[in-house]
């Protein structure tokens, strides 16, 4: 485990050292964050606050990977190039998240909107598509481990429909529970973390090497996120780490337990699909507005139930580290 960990010490080092640069030159440009109207009326506090935070992390994860691939090309034996894919993931839906930030950021309305979702979205897809489709053909990768099963299960062509939902659904299943100083980044660092044990268990160091060089990262973007945050990740950096986290589950074999490593994710996603539904629903077949939370996604409920911002980041935290440590388990079992 030397090497994965020098690696994230790296990364944390060489990102931490630009954060305060790179939030002056977010200031000095007005890359401000705006707040959504209907949210906690406590948020509007935090109206201005730099976002695109997510360069912080990809930048050094994107290029120490690169550097050391280059170094490959040379003869050393540093990376494998499968973490190329990962790098891949990262890198595009951060250009992706970026622009949504950006068209947020640009528009004049008082909606805090970004890019459309009916643009978005098949954008999304289309990565997702040549991320799986790289895997499959290119990596050789079609397979489920399930916990207590000794071999994996080859699924076949089954598996490119898959890990399109995966790694667009973790995309978007992380975007949501960016809302709370310090609550994405923290949670995505322990399951970045919980995946890497498992891929240098599994013997594949270099993704191991990945995993945690983005832990690293991303451990240095919360020394500015932390509660009050200086920055935020905003979609820069929420959609480039959970279509990453998505293909790194991909990667190992053992994306079922995704939805356990990653049950905060998975449950902030839910909340908001429960809270779409029910409202939908009810109002058609009942005549009356029914939601089953005060507001989603599920920490904003917590938030307006009494919960202090930093209580609810901290207590998702403890969550997460349990499922990550549940996870672990499964993969060992």
């Known amino acids: 485990m030397s090497y994965p960990l020098t690696l994230a010490a790296l990364a944390f080092f060489l990102a931490v050292i630009w954060g305060d640069p790179l939030i002056r030159l977010l200031k000095r440009y007005q890359m401000g964050k705006r707040i959504r109207m209907e ?14 935070g997510g360069i912080l992390f990809i930048a050094p994860v994107v290029l120490i990977n690169l550097g050391l691939n280059f170094a490959n090309l040379l003869g050393f034996t540093l990376i494998g190039e499968s973490v190329l894919v990962p790098v891949f993931a990262m890198l595009s839906f951060g250009i992706l998240g970026f622009l949504d930030d950006l068209a947020g950021i640009l528009r004049k309305r008082g909606d805090a909107q970004g890019l459309l979702a009916r643009s978005k979205f098949p954008i999304q897809v289309l990565l997702a598509l040549i991320l799986a489709g790289v895997m499959f053909w290119r990596l050789d990768i079609h397979s489920i481990a399930i916990p207590t099963v000794p071999q994996r299960i080859d699924i076949g062509l089954w598996w490119l429909p898959i890990a399109i939902f995966i790694i667009v659904g973790t995309a978007n299943a992380v975007n949501l529970t960016d809302g709370l100083d310090g609550l994405a980044g923290s949670l995505a660092a322990v399951s970045f973390a919980s995946y890497g044990l498992i891929a240098y268990l599994q013997g594949q160091v270099w993704l191991a090497a990945f995993a945690f060089t983005t832990v690293g990262a991303l451990f240095a973007f919360l020394w500015f996120n932390v509660f009050p945050a200086e920055l935020f990740m905003g979609d820069t950096g929420s959609l480039a780490l959970g279509a990453t986290l998505g293909v790194v589950s991909l990667m190992t074999g053992q994306w079922l337990l995704l939805a ?74």
């Open 260 to 333: 356990v490593i990653g049950l905060p994710f998975v449950a902030e996603a839910l909340s908001v699909i429960l809270q779409v539904a029910s409202a939908k629903l009810s109002r058609r077949f009942l005549g009356r507005d029914i939601r089953p939370f005060k507001m989603s996604p599920l920490h904003h409920h917590f938030e307006l139930s009494g919960w202090a911002e930093n209580h609810v980041t901290q207590r998702f935290f403890i969550i997460g580290i349990i499922s990550g440590m549940i996870g672990i388990a499964l993969a060992l079992a």
């Open 39 to 52: 949210g906690p009326q406590s948020h509007l506090s935090k109206a201005g606050t730099p976002t695109m």
